[in-house]
């Protein structure tokens, strides 16, 4: 995982009421998850967690050996967390009362639980297999989701073939892809992560993958550095083909296409993925060349469709990307069906409001020891922290508690050089540590005891343990003490490993 597909938003615990408001209480505030007596519960056992250190937690083998979770490949070790067997009992309570199954059956059923547009919420259904059947409105939308995808595969098939060639009959090779938020940051991770991996590296040799999102000319130039015109496609990703940035950040490469090649080579250079098919034609695109995308996927959750799936495809090939969303689709299944006791997204979402509601902790650093997640902390910003970067309930009653958190990371060792520091000694910060059990480029040099990758995992695993246990030395006791009281209130650890 990349973990995206991991990371399950809390907000829906956090925000929904605890049951509907009655009748005879309809004029009544609605409510909150925080008048229960499971919310109660946990804030009457947070004195208890706090006088207990985690080094002695971490001594009880029957803890640590039940705060594990694993789904094909992919190994959750929560044990470093400042929590109980209890407090997890907790949170389940906690997430019962929330009625956290019943919301993530209405999500796969195409219930409107986007009750502020009035909308379902599937981007479950962008990676659903094609037998699959999920509804919105009454209508099974997964045959729509295949027609738009089985059109990204065709013509995908033909621009990397050299059928498609430009207004000077050269193939293009080069695709710059125009969106910002979740038109940008998803792809971006994913293209990222997919660089260095061998069959993904192989499939896109001789071809370029940019993204532009910043109104900034420096991001134009940038994206374009280099490149010619005559062998380059633009991939303009806009929904209502009206976001400000995006279509000025178009006009600009439009601009850069014509200037070169005149005006008829638009329809030969640039394609959309947008459903304003009036504006994407009065803009110079073909639009029998632009790929549809619906009101039910969010934006920051649209990499799995053609918003990511289009420029991925381009450069990688759609059977590659094919995988990915296999892979996302798998996640789903398990998110769907799997007890909450070993349902992973659902486990880190409830430690997210035990961290945040809770002990109190703001923050979560993200640390991935795999440089080909280095775009995932910004990614995961996006999911997080725009879908629960919210002060109120879904009724609009504030919220009596801190909710959502502040996300950041870079990937290790590089992060130990920057702000671990402040981890190790300054402050209390979350972190998810995420390792990876096979490199994508596995290095061996003669004469070194370990490999760079074992050099690498050798640091992932011996972070959290100094995090969690910390370091008692009588020589240096003002260190000491202070290193010793942050670690009461414990650095937040969650190891996954993959072999993907």
């Known amino acids: 995982r990349p973990r995206p597909v991991l990371r399950q938003p809390a907000v829906d615990i956090l925000q929904g009421s605890a049951r509907p408001p009655s009748a005879a209480s309809a004029m009544a505030s609605p409510a909150l998850i925080s008048d229960t007596d499971q919310w109660k519960a946990l804030q009457a056992h947070v004195g208890a967690i706090h006088k207990t250190h985690l080094r002695d937690l971490m001594t009880d083998a029957d803890r640590c050996k039940a705060m594990t979770a694993e789904f094909e490949g992919v190994y959750l070790d929560y044990s470093r967390q400042q929590a109980t067997t209890e407090t997890i009992d907790k949170l389940f309570k906690l997430a019962e009362a929330a009625k956290l199954k019943e919301k993530i059956d209405k999500m796969f059923k195409g219930e409107k639980i986007n009750t502020t547009e009035n909308r ?38 033909t621009f990397r073939s050299g059928s498609w060639v430009g207004a000077t009959g050269k193939p293009l090779t080069n695709v710059v892809s125009v969106g910002i938020g979740g038109s940008f940051l998803g792809p971006l991770f994913v293209h990222t992560a997919l660089q260095t991996d061998p069959e993904a590296a192989e499939a896109a040799k001789g071809r370029q993958l940019r993204f ?20 380059t496609l633009v991939v303009v990703v806009s929904k209502t083909f ?153 009724d609009g009653v504030r919220l009596p508690f801190e909710a959502g958190e502040i996300d950041f990371g870079e990937p290790g060792t590089n992060g130990q050089h ?74 937040r650890v969650d190891c996954i490993f993959s072999d993907s």
Not at 130 to 149: F, H, L, Q, T
């Open 120 to 157: 379902s919420v599937l981007h479950v259904a962008l990676r659903a297999p094609r037998d699959a059947v999920i509804n919105s409105d009454g209508v099974n939308v997964v045959p729509e989701v295949w027609a738009v995808k089985d059109k990204i595969k065709q013509f995908s098939e």
């Open 242 to 394: 009206t976001t400000a940035e995006t279509m000025l950040n178009a006009r600009t490469i439009k601009e850069w296409i014509v200037s070169s090649l005149g005006p008829q080579a638009v329809s030969k250079h640039m394609i959309a993925v947008s459903t304003n098919l009036k504006l994407v034609k009065e803009f110079g695109i073909d639009p029998n060349n632009a790929f549809a995308f619906w009101d039910w996927v969010g934006g920051r959750y649209s990499v799995c469709s053609a918003v990511g799936v289009l420029p991925l495809s381009l450069q990688y090939g759609f059977p590659i990307v094919q995988k990915f969303l296999e892979g996302a689709s798998s996640i789903d299944n398990h998110v769907h069906t799997s007890s909450f006791e070993k349902n992973i997204p659902v486990l880190l979402g409830l430690l997210s409001v035990w961290n945040v509601s809770f002990l109190g902790y703001p923050a979560r650093a993200i640390l991935p020891y795999c440089q080909a997640l280095e775009k995932l902390a910004p990614h995961i910003q996006q999911l997080s922290m725009e879908s629960n970067g919210k002060g109120v309930s879904i």
């Open 212 to 231: 532009l999102a910043n109104v900034d000319p420096v991001d134009v130039a940038r994206s374009i550095k280099d490149l010619d015109p005559a062998t």
């Open 418 to 491: 920057s702000f671990y520091q402040l981890i190790h000694q300054g402050r209390v910060i979350p972190c998810d540590f995420i390792g990876v059990i096979k490199s994508q480029q596995p290095v061996y040099l003669k004469g070194e005891t370990v490999s760079n990758h074992d050099e690498l995992m050798s640091n992932f695993f011996a972070q959290p343990d100094a995090l969690a246990y910390g370091k008692v030395n009588s020589s240096t006791a003002f260190c000491t003490h202070v290193f010793h009281e942050l670690l009461c209130f414990l650095i």
